[in-house]
């Protein structure tokens, strides 16, 4: 069975920084991008960073300069690296994985909290 599981989150003062992984167990066929979303109570899930099967990166306009996210294919994990964490971006983070022939494979999720 195909598992996603993110860790790394944690409660950090604002500027501080967190490094995310996710972990891929078994076998995802076809994967075209994976991606880190962020979800905060009573709101919708959101897009953070993708990168691509050629490492591609793109991300969210309030992210840009502050998160880094990359891959370590013989280690099948996947990182999101935040610098200058802000309280607005208090969320839980899912990694998210997104195959053409399965389609879209998500993590349980982890809490970052980021206070002021």
């Known amino acids: 069975q195909v598992q996603l599981v993110e860790s790394g989150g944690g409660l950090v003062q604002a500027g501080g920084s967190l490094r995310l992984s996710c972990v891929v167990s078994?076998?995802?066929?076809?994967?075209?991008?994976m991606g880190w979303y962020r979800q905060a109570p009573g709101k919708q899930r959101e897009w953070v960073a993708g990168?691509?099967?050629?490492?591609?990166?793109n991300y969210e306009d309030s992210v840009k300069g502050r998160f880094t996210i990359s891959r370590d294919n013989a280690k099948q994990t996947m990182y999101l690296q935040m610098n200058n964490l802000k309280p607005e971006d208090t969320a839980v983070y899912y990694c998210?994985?997104?195959?053409?022939?399965?389609?879209?494979?998500w993590g349980q999720g982890t809490q970052v909290t980021v206070s002021s």
């Open positions: 998210q994985a997104r195959s053409s022939w399965s389609g879209d494979f």
């Open positions: 078994g076998s995802i066929f076809g994967i075209n991008v």
């Open positions: 990168i691509t099967s050629g490492d591609m990166t």
